[in-house]
C-alpha cells in the first residue's frame, strides 16, 4: 500500500484562508450562484483530476481518447484528464490548484481528508444534481454508504468509491505453520482467555520470539490500539471526540472511562510482563514485516477482513490464519483512508460533470477503461469471467482510484470481491447506526490540539504495556484529558449526532 501522508489540520486551515482570501471563485457564494438548471450543449468538455504516483502513464492520452468515444457517444460528453501527482493532492495541492483558478470541474480525493475543502466552499453540494443526472449513483447509495464522510448540514459533497468488500472483523493473523503446532481448538470467536493460551503456547514452543507484534508504529495520532479487540465507532474521527460501544448504542462516551478500555490496559501489561509483546515496544519503529519474516514475531492484530489471503500473505511472506475476536460489522473509519468524487464548486458544466460521474460509477465499459486501459493493448480477457490478465510494459498499468470497484473487471492473481459478498451483506446488515454522519469539529479544533497532545503522551507508553506503573498513569492521562474539555468535546458531538438522527441522511 502506499505510503499516506495527511496535511495537518492547521496548515489545511491556513490554506483555506490565503485561497479564499485570493479569491478563488469557490466558497458559499459561488455554490449559491452556481446555476444548477439542466442546459443542452455539444459534447461539453469536464476537466477531471487523474492522480498518478511516479510516473504520468505512457498510454494516458490513448485512453482518454477512447474513453472521449464513448463518453461522447453516450452522455454527450468529453472527457479531458487532468493529470495531479498524488502525494502533491495529499498535501494540499488542490488548495493551491484553486486558488490559481485552474480550471477543474471533477475532482478524486485519496487518503485526503475531505472535510476542510468542504469547509472551504470550493465543492458544490450534490443532493440535486444526484436527483437530475445521477439516476446510478442514487441507485447504488440504496445498498451501499457511498455518501458517507462528506454529508455537512444534510448537503452530499462528495460521493466514496463503491467498494467490493465492506465490513470488519477484528481478527488474529498468525502464520499458519506456528497455529498448527500451537493451535486453539477451532472457534468461531476467540475471547482474551483464548488469546492469552495462544501467546503462552507460543512462547512455550518458540522461547526467543515475542509473539504478538505491537510497536510504536501501531500508534498514529488520534488512534487506540484498543480497537484492534473491541466493536467501537469514532464515527469517521477520533477516539478524543468519543466513540459508540457498539453498532447500535447512540451515546458516546469518553472511551478511556469505559471498564472496557481499563481491562485491555490491564490485559496489555499482563501479556508485557509474560513476554508476549517486545520489551521496547513503545519506542520500537521496526517495519512490521521484517519483524514477521525473521521470526521475531509472530502474529498480528487486524481490523480488516478475516483471512485476507493476499494482503496476509504480503506481509507474513508465507501461508497465514486468522482467528477472529469480534462479530462481523460495517463502520466508517478514518476518512483519510477513502477515496472520494467530487465537483468543484467553480465547475461551468456541473450537469455534465455528474452525468459523467454517473456513467463512470454504473457503466462497466466506461469504467474499465479508467480502471485497465484499452483492451487488447493494456488487458487481455480471461476464460474465467469477468477476469483479466494486464500485459506487462504496456504503457498503462491501470488505475486505483476508480469509482466503483464492484463493475471492475478482476486483475489475475488479485482479490475477487464476489467470493466475499455474504460476508459483506453479513457486515452491512450490523452497521453502526452513526453511518453517514461526521462530526463538524470546527468549533473545538483547539481543544482537540491539546487532547491529542496529552494522548501521545500516554498512550504509546499504556497500550503497549510498557508501563510498569500503568494504574497510575492510566489515572493521570484520564485527568489530564478531562482538564482539557474532552466533555465539551464530546456533549457537542453528542448534539449534532442526535440532531442527525433524529432525520438521517435518505
Known amino acids: 500500500m502506499l505510503k499516506k501522508y495527511q496535511i495537518g489540520r492547521g496548515i489545511a486551515l491556513l490554506l483555506i484562508t490565503v485561497v479564499l482570501?485570493?479569491?478563488?471563485?469557490?466558497?458559499?457564494?459561488?455554490?449559491?450562484?452556481?446555476?444548477?438548471?439542466?442546459?443542452?450543449?455539444?459534447?461539453?468538455?469536464?476537466?477531471?483530476?487523474?492522480?498518478?504516483?511516479?510516473?504520468?502513464?505512457?498510454?494516458?492520452?490513448?485512453?482518454?481518447?477512447?474513453?472521449?468515444?464513448?463518453?461522447?457517444?453516450?452522455?454527450?460528453?468529453?472527457?479531458?484528464?487532468?493529470?495531479?501527482?498524488?502525494?502533491?493532492?495529499?498535501?494540499?495541492?488542490?488548495?493551491?490548484?484553486?486558488?490559481?483558478r485552474e480550471p477543474m470541474d471533477i475532482l478524486c480525493f485519496a487518503y485526503e481528508d475531505i472535510g476542510p475543502v468542504i469547509q472551504s466552499g470550493q465543492l458544490l453540494p450534490l443532493n440535486r444534481l444526484i436527483e437530475i443526472d445521477a439516476p446510478g449513483i442514487a441507485q447504488l447509495a440504496e445498498d451501499y454508504p457511498i455518501y458517507s464522510g462528506a454529508v455537512r448540514n444534510r448537503e452530499i459533497y462528495g460521493i466514496t468509491q463503491a467498494y467490493g468488500i465492506y465490513g470488519y472483523q477484528n481478527s488474529v493473523v498468525i502464520k499458519k505453520n506456528i497455529l498448527d503446532v500451537c493451535g486453539l481448538p477451532e472457534k468461531e470467536l476467540y475471547d482474551m482467555a483464548d488469546l492469552t493460551e495462544l501467546l503462552a503456547s507460543i512462547k512455550e514452543h518458540y522461547p526467543s520470539c515475542y509473539p504478538l507484534a505491537v510497536t510504536s508504529q501501531d500508534l498514529p495520532a488520534d488512534y487506540s490500539l484498543s480497537k484492534d479487540f473491541m466493536v467501537y465507532s469514532t464515527m469517521g474521527g477520533s477516539v478524543l471526540s468519543g466513540v459508540l460501544m457498539g453498532t447500535d448504542s447512540q451515546k458516546i462516551v469518553n472511551l478511556f472511562e469505559t471498564e472496557e478500555y481499563y481491562q485491555f490496559l490491564k490485559q496489555m501489561r499482563a501479556w508485557y510482563e509474560a513476554g508476549y509483546l517486545l520489551p521496547d515496544a513503545a519506542v520500537n519503529d521496526s517495519d512490521m514485516t521484517e519483524l514477521l519474516k525473521s521470526d521475531t514475531c509472530v502474529c498480528i492484530m487486524s481490523e480488516f477482513w478475516t483471512g485476507n489471503p493476499g494482503t496476509s500473505r504480503n506481509i507474513f511472506g508465507e501461508e497465514t490464519a486468522a482467528l477472529p475476536v469480534t462479530e462481523g460489522y460495517f463502520d466508517i473509519r478514518n476518512h483519510v483512508d477513502s477515496v472520494y468524487w467530487a465537483?468543484?464548486?467553480?465547475?461551468?458544466?456541473?450537469?455534465?460533470?455528474?452525468?459523467?460521474?454517473?456513467?463512470?460509477?454504473?457503466?462497466?465499459?466506461?469504467?474499465?477503461?479508467?480502471?485497465?486501459?484499452?483492451?487488447?493493448?493494456?488487458?487481455?480477457?480471461?476464460?474465467?469471467?469477468?477476469?483479466?490478465?494486464?500485459?506487462?510494459?504496456?504503457?498503462y498499468e491501470g488505475y486505483r482510484f476508480v469509482p466503483n470497484e464492484r463493475i471492475r473487471l478482476v486483475l489475475e492473481g488479485t482479490e475477487d470481491w464476489r467470493d466475499w459478498e455474504d460476508w459483506t451483506r453479513k457486515n452491512l446488515e450490523n452497521s453502526f447506526v452513526s453511518v453517514g454522519y461526521t462530526f463538524d469539529d470546527s468549533g473545538v479544533v483547539e481543544k482537540l490540539v491539546e487532547l491529542r497532545e496529552i494522548a501521545n503522551r500516554y498512550l504509546p507508553l499504556l497500550e503497549t504495556g510498557c508501563c510498569q506503573d500503568w494504574e497510575e498513569m492510566y489515572q493521570e492521562m484520564c485527568a489530564h484529558l478531562k482538564e482539557a474539555g474532552m466533555e465539551d468535546v464530546i456533549a457537542r458531538n453528542q448534539a449534532q449526532l442526535d440532531a442527525y438522527l433524529r432525520e438521517p441522511l435518505q
Open 21 to 100: 482570501a485570493l479569491g478563488t471563485g469557490g466558497g458559499q457564494a459561488a455554490v449559491a450562484a452556481t446555476d444548477l438548471s439542466p442546459k443542452k450543449t455539444d459534447a461539453e468538455e469536464i476537466i477531471m483530476t487523474y492522480l498518478y504516483n511516479g510516473e504520468i502513464p505512457r498510454d494516458l492520452w490513448e485512453v482518454e481518447s477512447a474513453l472521449n468515444a464513448l463518453t461522447t457517444e453516450k452522455i454527450g460528453v468529453r472527457v479531458k484528464l487532468k493529470p495531479v501527482d498524488l502525494d502533491y493532492q495529499m498535501n494540499g495541492g488542490y488548495y493551491m490548484l484553486l486558488g490559481k
Open 343 to 395: 465537483v468543484a464548486a467553480a465547475s461551468r458544466h456541473p450537469h455534465e460533470a455528474m452525468r459523467l460521474l454517473d456513467l463512470l460509477y454504473s457503466d462497466p465499459e466506461a469504467m474499465n477503461l479508467l480502471a485497465h486501459g484499452v483492451e487488447g493493448k493494456h488487458y487481455v480477457s480471461l476464460e474465467q469471467e469477468a477476469h483479466i490478465r494486464k500485459i506487462i510494459d504496456s504503457g
